[in-house]
């Protein structure tokens, strides 16, 4: 068991930190195309308790979480307890905002955060200059389409700033590197699944009649909250974080795509554009770096520390 253990750790640190990101940034948004589809016969938010419920029943098989919980001190366990809360809240309004607006659209706003945050800890020109980028591109976006859906935009800002803690805890916990961060992830999903019940589970009762459906919504917790998530940790934990947050660059347009591809949501000239200036915004700005930033390879979570 020793040895296929190490083997399956060798094989896992052999492959390329950047291919681990984009198989996260492909499923991040593919499990939502699919869930949009569920839509028609699940509530958005039982579609979101059946990817959360999901993905925490393959970590509570795979991993045993609550036992790395057991071991953590307090601090540890509040970490955890805070990531919980984010992903379960986190979920729920990225669904709600994708039930009223475009994916692409929705994906595009949720890197208005991480730009600001940049900027606001790194005060130079080029943060400055992203920024500028971002917002431009978010009014586009909103532009087109506030007046007829301003509860999709609160959902999708409000995904905004949860995203923008959930990369800050994600680094956080991915300290001890990719097996132990995937363990941790594993306790928060559980945490999630709490947070999420007492607004998702009434919702997602119909599924419960209907095998195939079912099916379906584990597909997607499996897509959105597994495959994306762990493959996060293990690029978390190898990559620099602001080499981390260059690569997010891709994840709008990426976003856009899946929703041409799947869900046929062909976007208009200025959100085109809107997408692009924020991608733009994403891939100019810089993180900024903790005074011990000159030793080169601290982990993720020494630099966000």
Known sequence: MRRS??????????????????VSAVFHYLGPAFAVLLFANVGVLGV??????????????????????????????????ELGVVLGLMNACFYMAIAHLPLGT?????????????????????NAGALALAVAGVWLLTDVRLVGQPLGFAFAFANCALFVLYVVLGHRIAADGG?????????????????????????????????????????VGICSSVIPYVTDQLAMA???????ALLL?????CAT???????????????VLGVAL??????????????????????????QA
Not at 5 to 22: E, I, K, N, S, T
Not at 257 to 271: F, K, N, S
Not at 285 to 299: D, F, V, W
Request: proline share 8%; net charge positive; hydrophobic share 55%.
């Open 5 to 22: 253990g190490q083997a399956g750790a060798d094989l896992v640190g052999r492959v390329p930190p950047h291919a681990y990101f984009l």
């Open 48 to 81: 979101v308790w059946l990817r959360i419920a999901s993905a925490a029943l393959v970590f509570a098989v795979w991993r045993r979480p609550w036992r790395i919980f057991a071991r953590q001190s307090a601090g540890q366990r509040r970490l955890l307890v």
């Open 106 to 126: 929705v994906g595009a706003i949720e890197f208005l955060g991480p730009i600001a945050l940049a900027a606001v800890g790194a005060r130079s020109r080029r």
């Open 179 to 219: 097996s132990a961060g995937v363990d941790r992830l594993g306790a928060a999903m559980l945490i999630a699944l709490v947070t999420i019940t007492p607004i998702g589970l009434a919702q997602a009762a119909p599924a419960f009649t209907h095998p195939l459906v079912l099916l379906a919504g584990i597909g």
């Open 238 to 244: 190898r990559l620099p974080r602001n080499t981390f």
């Open 249 to 253: 660059a891709l994840l709008p347009a």
């Open 257 to 271: 795509a899946i929703g041409v591809l799947v869900l046929r949501q062909i976007p208009t000239l200025a959100e």
């Open 278 to 303: 924020i991608v733009m915004g994403v891939a100019i700005h810089q993180e900024p770096l903790p005074p011990a930033s000159h030793t080169g390879n601290a982990s993720p979570a020494a630099r």
